[in-house]
Structures are given as C-alpha cells and as structure tokens.
C-alpha cells in the first residue's frame, strides 16, 4: 500500500517529462486512446517471475521494457529476493546511466530509463528474524542463502534502506489521522524548486544527478559531520558510491528543511537510512 501512495507525493510531471512517458507508453501499445498525453508519473509492479529481457525490453523489433515503461515514475519490485537474480543484475546499468540500449545485428536502440526503484523483502525465509514478536526458524544458512539472492552491488545502488515493523493492531484501530499525501506532495514539491535553482544552467535538476565533481561544490559539510561520515565509512566499510549517495540523501533532507547548508542531523539521517549495509552488511 506504501509503495503505491508513493507516486501520490512526487512533483507533478513537467510537460517534457508527460511527452516523454506518452511516446514510451505509444510505442509499447499501452497508451489509452482516450488519452492525449500521460498526466501522472507511472506506476509499476511486475511479477517475480519476469525474464531479463522483459525487464528491459527487446523482441525482434526491440519495445521498451518495465524499467522503460516505469520512466519518470516508480518500478516497485515487490519480494525482492524472489526474483530471478540475472533479472535483477540487469537492473545495475540503467540505474547509473538512466536509459538502456538494445543492441541487435543491424541496430541499436536507446530507451530512457530514469524510474525510481522501489522494492521490499522480508529480512529471512521466515519473516521474523529480528522480530520482538516472534522467533526466527531459520537456520543461518538459510538466511544466507535467501540474501546471497541480492547482489552487494545492486543494494549499494538503493540510496534509501528501511526497516518497517509490523503494525500493531492498537495502531490499525486508532483514530490518529497520518499526514495527507497533498502535504507531502508540497513539500517535495517546494525541495524541488529549491534544486531547480540551484543548479539552474548546469544541466542538472535534483540532487540524485549530482556528479562527484558537483559533490565537492553543492553538498559542503562541517568537520564534525566530516568526522561522523568517516566513522560511518570505515565501521560500516560502505563503498565510494555509498558515500556519496548519503551525501545526496543528506542534502534532500536539508532541502525538505529548506535549510542552505546541510547540517550534522541531516548527516546522521542520512546514515540511519543505510539500514541494510549496518544489519546486514557482512551477509552480502
């Protein structure tokens, strides 16, 4: 349910971004008739059991595949460890360059894939390792197994790892209202507009397309926050692109705050949200 309320709070297409999802969406013979132009971000959900090329498109005359027809919106993969892992492998490429080519003997096709993937997974076989609840009936070979199905370098490409407890049911009978999507949605909306310009005329929107060169300029931190990363890095052993994505991730948080430089909180933040690398970091 999370998963799909996630296109609900992300800033409303651009009208190249609505072109560029209705010529995808033309092209694969999904757009509705009834439809001039794709007005919302897309949404989708294959199954586990998809095949490689699926995933990324082909065919005799090559047609986009999921990461393609997710472009400009969410690819949610739900039971992660469940599919395929070459299937999974292929998803390494577009999530660095943001588009994927399909070469053939005579041609080559380029489609763009820039979608934000999404995904969940129970921490073992069971469901319980680590739960308060309940006790774990897998063996540690097992749940080595079960996460070995994840590669280490497609996890590293995750900016945002997340543990979510299972709801108590006082919580699912409370009267308590959570935040409405709209207000979420204003937020983003107002952190995108703080990126758009900032970097105005560098060829860049958000802060994901931040380069490493750009890092050095655009997420400037204190020496205490200096230190704090370095203590996350060598006890963690996170990666270089590890690094700079917590430092991406810490500059978004600082533009949710509307805040102009990024602070320690936003920097410790940001490392909590590298849940899988600190629990289970020596398992993939």
Do not use: W
């Not at 971000?41 to 090559?62: A, C, E, L, Q, V």
């Not at 999404?118 to 076989?125: F, I, K, L």
């Not at 060169?213 to 060598?234: R, V, W």
């Amino acid at each position: 349910m999370i998963s799909e309320r996630i296109p609900s709070i992300l800033p409303d297409l651009t009208f190249e971004e609505a072109l560029e999802v209705t010529k995808i969406h033309s092209i694969s013979g999904i757009l509705d008739n009834d439809v001039g132009i794709v007005t919302t971000r897309p949404f989708r959900s294959p199954y586990h059991t998809i095949s490689p090329t699926s995933m990324i498109g082909g065919g005799r005359n090559p047609i986009p595949g999921e990461i393609s027809l997710a472009h400009n919106g969410v690819l949610f993969l739900d039971e992660l460890p469940e599919f395929n892992r070459a299937t999974l492998e292929v998803l390494r490429g577009p999530l660095e360059d943001k588009k994927v080519s399909i070469s053939r003997l005579y041609s080559k096709v380029e489609y763009p894939a820039n979608f934000m993937l999404v995904a969940s997974m129970n921490p073992c076989p069971c469901g319980y390792y680590g739960s308060e609840e309940k006790n774990c009936n897998c063996t540690e070979t097992s749940i080595q197994k079960y996460l070995n199905r994840i590669s280490g370098p497609l996890l590293d490409r995750i900016d945002l790892h997340v543990e979510v407890k299972p709801v108590k049911y006082q919580k699912l009978n409370s009267n308590i209202k959570s935040e409405k999507s709209a207000k979420i949605k204003q937020r983003v909306n107002n952190a995108r507009r703080i990126q758009y310009l900032r970097y105005k005329n560098t060829g860049i929107y958000s802060n994901a397309e931040l380069t490493p060169q750009m890092l050095e300029k655009y997420c400037q931190i204190d020496e205490q926050s200096k230190k704090i990363l370095e203590q996350a890095f060598n006890k963690l052993g996170l990666s270089a692109r590890a690094y700079s994505k917590i430092l991406k991730v810490a500059r978004t948080i600082a533009d949710l705050e509307e805040k102009e430089n990024i602070e320690k909180q936003h920097i410790l933040e940001a490392i909590q949200y590298r849940n899988l690398d600190r629990k289970y970091g020596d398992k993939f």
